[in-house]
């Protein structure tokens, strides 16, 4: 693979109970596990930052393929869910929806748009065939 970028990250502290900060200081957070798995919620989690990143990274893709074709994506958005749970082999495992809305667009276009960025997005096929990914198209 050519390199086009390289971001760098440091994980301190107790894990999901410590801090994280790029190595460029623009993300510097305090983490904290969410109440629901019995942390203080007192600060973000890495499915939080997960999700924020797939969902920009997947608007991106769908941006680009929507150009192509010269398709409005005029209010576009894209949403991400990101689940956390228990798997077979004792550890963990994550789940994504993503939730499209292209308002200017039929839904059987704005599907193969949808379809289409799920193929150029880096996180997409980052975790193709590793969890469940889910995309839905908003007929809003």
Known sequence: MKTLYTAEALATGDGRNGHGRTTDGKVDVD??????????GNGTNP??????GYAACYHSALRLVAGQQKADVTDSSVG??????PNDAGGFEL???LEVTLPNLDHDTAQALADKAHEVCPY?????GNIDVQITVSDD
């Open 124 to 128: 997409s096929n980052a975790t193709r």
């Open 31 to 40: 983490l904290a596990a969410p109440t629901e798995m019995g942390g203080s």
């Open 47 to 52: 499915e939080q930052l997960f999700a924020v």
């Open 95 to 97: 789940a994504v929806v």
């Open 80 to 85: 991400a869910k990101v689940s956390i749970g």
